[in-house]
C-alpha cells in the first residue's frame, strides 16, 4: 500500500523551515526519501533503516519512528534550490532490493 | 561516460504497436528496477530484478514485458501499448540501498 505524505503542497519564503511527513499502514524496513526537479530524475536523498534513527546531511534531515511507522523530513533554513517534489519510499526488505513504494509526493516551492 | 541511461528520452506510438524502452547503466549494480510516473499516482513500481535473469513483478507489471540477459541491461517491453500506459518511465539501479534513477523516457500513445 502506498505511504501517505502530507503537506501535498508547501510554498516557503527562503530561510524558512519545512517539514514533510510520510506514513504507512504497513510495518517499514525502511524509508527513502527523493528530491525530484521538475523533468529531471528523482535524486537519493538519504535512507532509514528501522531503529527510529535520525539521519542528515547539510541542512536536510530526517527521523523514522518505527513503532508509528511514519518517517519525516526536516528541512533546515530552505534554500532555493530546495524547491522540487519530495518522496518518500518504503522497503519491504532492508535496502529497498525488491523495489520501493512511493508515495504521492509533496511540492515544495521556495520563493526569494 | 559511466551511470544509467535510457533510450528513446522520447517516444510516440500508436495504440497496438510494440514498444521497446531500454534501460543501460555501466556501474554492473545487481538490482534494476522499472517505474512509471503519472500526475496523481508518483512512481510506481512495474517490475524489478536482483540479477541477470532474475526478474520478479512489481505493483502494476499487466501489460508489461521484461528481460535481463545481461547485467547492465534491462530493456521493457509494452507487447500491445495501450492509452493508459502514456507515462514517463523511469529506470533505476541499485547495488545495495540507494536507487539511480535514470534521465526518463517520456511515452505517448496515441
Known amino acids: 500500500q502506498q505511504p501517505v505524505q502530507s503537506p501535498q503542497a508547501v510554498i516557503l519564503r527562503e530561510g524558512e523551515d519545512a517539514v514533510i511527513n510520510c506514513s504507512s499502514s504497513k510495518a517499514l524496513y525502511s524509508v527513502h526519501w527523493y528530491r525530484q526537479k521538475h523533468g529531471e530524475a528523482p535524486v537519493f536523498l538519504m535512507i532509514?533503516?528501522?531503529?527510529?534513527e535520525q539521519k542528515g546531511h547539510d541542512k536536510i534531515s530526517a527521523s523514522f519512528n518505527e513503532k508509528k511507522q511514519q518517517s519525516s523530513l526536516y528541512l533546515t533554513a530552505s534554500q532555493l534550490s530546495y524547491s522540487g517534489t519530495y518522496f518518500c519510499g518504503t522497503g519491504s526488505e532492508v535496502g529497498g532490493a525488491d523495489g520501493l513504494t512511493f508515495g504521492k509526493g509533496t511540492h515544495l516551492i521556495i520563493q526569494p | 561516460d559511466a551511470g544509467i541511461t535510457q533510450s528513446p528520452r522520447y517516444k510516440i506510438t500508436e495504440t497496438g504497436r510494440q514498444v521497446t524502452l531500454m534501460c543501460h547503466q555501466t556501474w554492473s549494480h545487481s538490482y534494476m528496477f522499472w517505474y512509471r510516473q503519472d500526475l496523481g499516482h508518483g512512481l510506481r513500481l512495474i517490475y524489478y530484478?536482483?540479477?541477470?535473469?532474475?526478474?520478479d513483478k512489481g505493483e502494476v507489471p499487466d501489460g508489461y514485458v521484461v528481460s535481463r540477459s545481461k547485467t547492465e541491461n534491462f530493456p521493457l517491453t509494452l507487447e500491445s501499448a495501450t492509452r493508459s500506459q502514456t507515462s514517463v518511465y523511469f529506470c533505476a539501479s541499485s547495488e545495495y540501498r540507494e536507487q539511480y534513477f535514470g534521465p526518463g523516457t517520456r511515452l505517448t500513445v496515441t
Open positions: 532509514l533503516l528501522k531503529g527510529g
Open positions: 530484478s536482483a540479477a541477470a535473469d532474475i526478474t
